[in-house]
T-cell receptor, first 116, second 114 residues
Framework: DAGVIQSPRHEVTEMGQEVTLRCKPISGHNSLFWYRQTMMRGLELLIYFNNNVPIDDSGMPEDRFSAKMPNASFSTLKIQPSEPRDSAVYFC??????????????FGSGTQLSVL | AQSVSQHNHHVILSEAASLELGCNYSYGGTVNLFWYVQYPGQHLQLLLKYFSGDPLVKGIKGFEAEFIKSKFSFNLRKPSVQWSDTAEYFCAVNARGGYQKVTFGTGTKLQVIP
């Protein structure tokens, strides 16, 4: 298996532009997480899907952020409009939840987002 | 709601020194506990985990962690660090039961000096 695949690896955009980050989880994993990593706040959970359904989006900073999981093999995180304070590394992670809890997260390589 | 606190943000050690990184969690029920490591330029990977049983858990590369329920703690230890242990270490908690999220601490940067 190729692991969790994120794209793009790097994104540089101007303030006000729409940004879309993509994630392909490991096949068979039924939980998917989006995290944001910054120097100031470490690793923050943005949203968590289970079986393609958003379970907890309390970490989404504001309405400018939205996430979708249209099927088991694809998820997007969209920021519209983007702002400089959104600059961070965004990680996607997936997990099998066979025993009713998340046994281990498998992380993607992350998307380094810079909003100028 | 569950939360995780890591007390040390940046730790600098010489090679062969002993390591202990603190982690405390807040949650009233049963939890799973994890330590993840992020080496420079790489993504996070699992170091060790605790689900149940022996509260002293051994992980990869000589790391271990002890779950002390009465203190809500899950400290990471290694008797003798190496330069290759330079990385950022994250403690995480997952409340048991149902569809529960995994919450991470803010991380501890470890720098090992040769």
């Amino acid at each position: 298996d190729a692991g969790v695949i994120q794209s793009p690896r790097h994104e540089v955009t101007e303030m006000g532009q729409e940004v879309t980050l993509r994630c392909k989880p490991i096949s068979g994993h039924n939980s998917l997480f989006w995290y944001r990593q910054t120097m100031m706040r470490g690793l923050e959970l943005l949203i968590y899907f289970n079986n393609n359904v958003p379970i907890d989006d309390s970490g989404m900073p504001e309405d400018r952020f939205s996430a979708k999981m249209p099927n088991a093999s694809f998820s997007t995180l969209k920021i519209q409009p983007s702002e400089p304070r959104d600059s961070a590394v965004y990680f996607c992670a997936s997990s099998p939840t066979d025993r009713g809890f998340n046994e281990k997260l498998f992380f993607g390589s992350g998307t380094q987002l810079s909003v100028l | 709601a569950q939360s995780v606190s890591q007390h040390n943000h940046h730790v600098i050690l010489s090679e062969a020194a002993s390591l202990e990184l603190g982690c405390n969690y807040s949650y009233g029920g049963t939890v799973n506990l994890f330590w993840y490591v992020q080496y420079p330029g790489q993504h996070l990977q699992l170091l060790l985990k605790y689900f149940s049983g022996d509260p002293l858990v051994k992980g990869i590369k000589g790391f271990e962690a002890e779950f002390i329920k009465s203190k809500f703690s899950f400290n990471l230890r290694k008797p003798s660090v190496q330069w290759s242990d330079t990385a950022e270490y994250f403690c995480a908690v997952n409340a048991r039961g149902g569809y529960q999220k995994v919450t991470f601490g803010t991380g501890t940067k470890l720098q090992v000096i040769p």
